[in-house]
């Protein structure tokens, strides 16, 4: 199956300030990654699609200037929350279409933001 | 709204019982069915998928698919203390997207 590699795995950063999650994809050439945060015992809720090449698409309420995603080549994926809040602070994952069935995530990120 | 529901639990089962997780989708159009198991501070693996009616079994787990009535159920046979974790039911409404529950703690106790 698909293998995906995402960190850092986790961060502890400063409000205010930016930080940039990135993805890559190992062994499949993904034209798109899936975005996903999750708060504590809470479900998995997709922020954003990323297309390789083009503009992401961001799911309702997901503001698109303070997380930036950028999608220049087929392995890699990268998002950055900008000027970072406390209330951003959760686990951020990525994802992947492989090959088989169902999505393949990234080892995610913990974001926590003081 | 399309939604897919869970029992937030916990669920506790002696080792070596049969755990259940049930899940149920309000979309009657939805196409593909995934469990995944998710632990603590970790990102989710996916366990089974399954599209059509009936059970499809995979070593000790069993998913049952039942469109007519919107359920999809995971059995665990012979749970293990490490099999303790959130079971995530994931459905794929026909499109790129996938909807998640909000998982099922399941706890095994030795």
């Known amino acids: 199956g698909a293998v995906v590699s995402q960190h850092p795995s986790w961060v502890i950063c400063k409000s205010g300030t930016s930080v940039k999650i990135e993805c890559r994809s190992l062994?499949?050439?993904?034209?798109?990654m899936f975005w996903y945060r999750q708060f504590p015992k809470q479900s998995l809720m997709l922020m954003a699609t990323?297309?390789?090449?083009?503009?992401?698409?961001?799911e309702q309420g997901v503001e698109k200037d303070k997380f930036l995603i950028n999608h220049a080549s087929l392995t890699l994926s990268t998002l950055t929350v900008t000027s970072a809040h406390p209330e951003d602070s959760s686990f951020y994952i990525c994802?992947?279409?492989?090959?088989?069935?169902?999505?393949?995530f990234g080892s995610g990120t913990r974001l926590t933001v003081v | 709204q399309k939604e897919v529901e869970q029992n937030s639990g916990p669920l506790s089962v002696p080792e070596g019982a049969i755990a259940s997780l049930n899940c149920t989708y309000s979309d009657r159009g939805s196409q593909s069915f995934f469990w995944y198991r998710q632990y603590s501070g970790k990102s989710p693996e996916l366990i089974m998928f399954?599209?059509?009616?009936g059970d499809k079994e995979d070593g000790r787990f069993t998913a049952q698919l039942n469109k007519a009535s919107q359920y999809v159920s995971l059995l665990i046979r012979d749970s293990q203390p490490s099999d303790s974790a959130t079971y995530l039911c994931a459905v794929n409404p026909g499109t790129y997207k996938y909807i998640f529950g909000t998982g099922t703690r399941l706890k095994v106790l030795a």
């Open positions: 994802s992947e279409r492989g090959l088989g069935s169902g999505y393949t």
């Open positions: 399954i599209y059509s009616n």
């Open positions: 062994d499949f050439q993904a034209t798109t």
């Open positions: 990323s297309n390789e090449g083009s503009k992401a698409t961001y």
